[in-house]
């Protein structure tokens, strides 16, 4: 397994980064089945481990504990803030109030007494980033938290960010985690050379798309398994990216590739990626994307990509799983 260095840190971490989001409630149920997986995840090589408080209501959290005892210290262990975690409205967000509430739930979930990578899950309009980044500075200056940074964070409020680390004196988001994929490339236009001028390191979630490019089929004999609204192929956009992946399958069958190894080669072909989260619900889920990892694309390839999914484009808008408050909230735009 590569290695690279994420956002000039110093902190080396491995190509691919298995992320926690389906152990426990919210995927595999069985605690023993999901330490397995994380298990063999760090003999294959992985070192970075990226999950949230959110996932699972923080069983994820405690999942990945558990998985660590005696593996800590050679593993650089990520979660994030920022979702509601209880009917509370004080539950969450990027205030000073929740985050020093937050960090301490986590190092108890993860067992831990210190987060490598802090990450804000999403913006929040309604806290000050200063004071956000403020609370942020202090969690690092107490040794809880090594590096801070940001989650699906559209570039506006990447600058935002950095300028008010600059002007305040406070630690600077080192990291930013957008969704990234074939089929969601709208990244490509601002948030990652946003992200490289910046010197952060990238770590993106969803290279299969929530399971569009996982190989499986799409058409209406198959899709028992796919009755979640996401793959409504009535839907225009879904109509799209199912036309974009019958021919991108094409391109991986005749590059000698399965269809998930050519999305995550894809996705770590670009120069501002550091690390690549795979996000693996079963054993042998973690075995396939494992086969892929030293999987290169040729110019050839990527060219026939391009053609297929334009650069800086994203299919369905849906997939970024982030609106912006003002077009979210109606009574943003209305006196």
């Known amino acids: 397994m590569q290695r690279r260095i994420l956002g000039g840190t110093g902190i080396s971490v491995s190509e691919y980064a298995l992320g926690a989001m389906m152990f426990g409630a919210w995927g595999n149920k069985d605690h023993d089945?999901?330490?397995?997986?994380?298990?063999?995840?760090?003999?294959?090589?992985?070192?970075?481990i990226d999950t949230a408080d959110v996932y699972a209501a923080g069983e994820s959290?405690?999942?990945?504990?558990?998985?660590?005892?005696?593996?800590?210290?050679?593993?650089?262990?990520?979660?994030?803030?920022?979702?509601?975690?209880g009917p509370d409205a004080n539950h969450g967000g990027s205030s000073r109030r929740w985050i020093v509430r937050a960090v301490e739930d986590s190092l108890r979930r993860l067992g831990t007494d210190y987060i490598d990578l802090y990450q804000a899950h999403r913006p929040d309009p309604a806290t000050d980033i200063d004071e956000t980044?403020?609370?942020?500075?202090?969690?690092?200056?107490?040794?809880?938290?090594?590096?801070v940074g940001s989650s699906t964070f559209p570039a506006e409020a990447i600058v935002e960010a950095?300028?008010?680390?600059?002007?305040?004196?406070?630690?600077r988001f080192r990291s930013?985690?957008?969704?990234?994929?074939?089929?969601?490339?709208?990244?490509?236009?601002?948030?990652?050379?946003?992200?490289?001028?910046?010197?952060?390191?990238?770590?993106?979630?969803?290279?299969?798309?929530?399971?569009?490019?996982?190989?499986?089929?799409?058409?209406?004999?198959?899709?028992?398994?796919?009755?979640?609204?996401?793959?409504?192929?009535?839907?225009?956009e879904n109509a799209r990216k199912a036309e974009a992946v019958a021919e991108l399958a094409k391109v991986a069958s005749e590059a000698g590739l399965t269809l998930p190894h050519l999305a995550t080669a894809f996705v770590r072909s670009h120069p501002?990626?550091?690390?690549?989260?795979?996000?693996?619900?079963?054993?042998?889920q973690l075995e396939s994307l494992l086969d892929g990892a030293e999987v290169t694309?040729?110019?050839?390839v990527l060219d026939r990509i391009d053609a297929i999914v334009p650069p800086g484009t994203d299919l369905n808008?849906?997939?970024l799983y982030y609106t912006p408050p003002a077009v979210a909230d109606a009574s943003l735009r209305r006196r």
């Open 61 to 85: 959290e405690e999942i990945v504990g558990k998985a660590l005892k005696g593996r800590r210290e050679d593993v650089v262990l990520a979660t994030k803030f920022f979702n509601p975690m």
């Open 133 to 147: 980044l403020g609370t942020l500075s202090d969690l690092v200056r107490s040794g809880k938290v090594r590096a």
């Open 317 to 319: 808008k849906a997939d």
């Open 162 to 171: 950095q300028w008010t680390a600059e002007r305040r004196g406070h630690v």
């Open 176 to 236: 930013e985690q957008p969704p990234y994929s074939m089929l969601a490339r709208g990244v490509e236009a601002a948030v990652l050379p946003t992200a490289q001028r910046y010197g952060m390191g990238v770590l993106t979630w969803g290279p299969l798309s929530a399971g569009w490019l996982s190989g499986r089929d799409l058409s209406a004999s198959g899709r028992a398994a796919l009755e979640n609204a996401k793959f409504d192929l009535s839907v225009p």
């Open 33 to 48: 089945d999901s330490v397995r997986i994380v298990h063999r995840a760090l003999d294959a090589g992985i070192n970075f």
């Open 297 to 300: 694309l040729d110019a050839e």
């Open 272 to 284: 501002a990626v550091t690390s690549v989260i795979i996000g693996p619900r079963t054993y042998d």
